[in-house]
């Protein structure tokens, strides 16, 4: 599985993005997925994920209530929408495809090549 991320961007403190990750391959709705992100000197962490069929998410707490992931099979594509951003959220996003559903960046197995959120206060 080969994966893209895109849409991110500079944006203002309270203001939203959709961000997007296709895949390629037949198999792309067999996998979970999860979205990290990285900091300039932070190590990644969790943002979201979720499962296979679109029937479970997951959130960092940091993100709850803001940020809504969803898929569409048909297309191999993840939408995480980030609404409310903050100057915190700065970082690129990664998403990621794996076999188990988690937080943990070690379950996946597949990542993509990044994009940058910049969020300006």
């Known amino acids: 599985v080969q994966l893209q991320a895109s849409g991110g961007g500079l944006v203002q403190a309270g203001g939203s993005l959709r961000l997007s990750c296709a895949a390629s391959g037949r198999t792309f709705r067999s996998y979970d997925m999860g979205w990290f992100r990285q900091a300039p000197g932070k190590e990644c962490e969790f943002v979201a994920a979720?499962?296979?069929?679109?029937?479970?998410?997951y959130y960092a707490d940091s993100g709850k209530g803001r940020f809504t992931c969803s898929r569409d099979n048909a297309k191999n594509t993840v939408y995480p929408q980030m609404n409310s951003l903050k100057p915190e959220d700065t970082a690129v996003y990664y998403c990621?495809?794996?076999?188990?559903?988690?937080?943990?960046?070690?379950?996946?197995?597949?990542w993509g090549q990044g994009t940058l959120v910049t969020v300006s206060s």
């Open positions: 979720i499962s296979w069929s679109g029937g479970s998410t």
């Open positions: 990621a495809a794996g076999r188990r559903l988690g937080t943990d960046p070690e379950l996946y197995n597949y």
